[in-house]
Structures are given as structure tokens and as C-alpha cells.
């Protein structure tokens, strides 16, 4: 259930208070229903440097995966800002490299949500 819930509720709650959709509402908007695979939600980052290692969400800052539009299998990444503003780590980038790498596999596109801060610098 955590890791559904990125940076956490009070965070969700900021978002939508700006009228912005969480990175997991915008792929459940846009894929056909009932059709998101998941990849690596469990996946945590591995800074130790500037206190880090004491702020870890499962799934980092990405929600990547597979799913369909209007039937066609599509592989995505969606940044959330509910953690670390969604900004990019090692943990992160390894998400998406492998929803591109598998993408390339079965020749089918790759679509990227992005609401992000930029590059995690620590």
C-alpha cells in the first residue's frame, strides 16, 4: 500500500490542490482499463550521502510499466513529484531504461509523463 501512495497522502493532497493529477492517476486516465503492468514498484534509491538513506519510498520517483491505448501495448513512465519532486536518480533511470529496453524488444512505443524537478544531485 505504500508504495501506491508515492511521497504520501498529504503530498498527493498538494497536487490536487493544484489541480494536477498523481503520476499514477495520469497512466490510469490514459491506458485502457485494467490494463497497467507494473514494473519495479518496490524498487528504493541507494544514496547513503546527506541523510538520504533515512528518505526512501518504494518505487523511487518513477512509476513505469506497460499497458494498453485503444488496444495497443504501449510501455510507460510516469514521474512523481510526490517523491523527491520527481526528480531523477540511479534508481529512477534504471526504471526507465528498462521500459525502453523492453519497449525495443516488441517494437512498441514509449511514452513518458513527465513532472519532474530535474536531476537528484547528491
Do not use: W
Not at 497512466?27 to 518496490?42: A, N
Not at 550521502?49 to 513512465?77: A, L, Q, W
Amino acid at each position: 500500500k505504500k508504495a501506491l501512495l508515492g511521497g504520501g497522502q498529504k503530498r498527493i493532497d498538494t497536487q490536487h490542490k493544484k489541480g494536477k493529477l498523481t503520476a499514477r492517476e495520469r497512466l490510469h486516465v490514459m491506458l485502457d482499463k485494467g490494463s497497467f503492468v507494473e514494473y519495479d514498484m518496490f524498487l528504493e534509491h541507494d544514496c547513503a550521502d546527506f541523510g538520504m538513506e533515512k528518505e526512501k519510498y518504494p518505487g523511487d520517483s518513477v512509476v513505469t510499466g506497460r499497458g494498453r491505448i485503444n488496444g495497443r501495448t504501449v510501455f510507460v513512465f510516469s514521474q512523481d513529484f510526490t517523491v523527491f519532486g520527481g526528480s531523477l536518480s540511479g534508481a529512477h533511470a534504471k526504471k526507465i531504461c528498462k521500459v525502453m529496453d523492453q519497449a525495443m524488444l516488441v517494437g512498441a512505443p514509449v511514452i513518458r509523463l513527465n513532472d519532474s524537478g530535474g536531476a537528484r544531485i547528491q
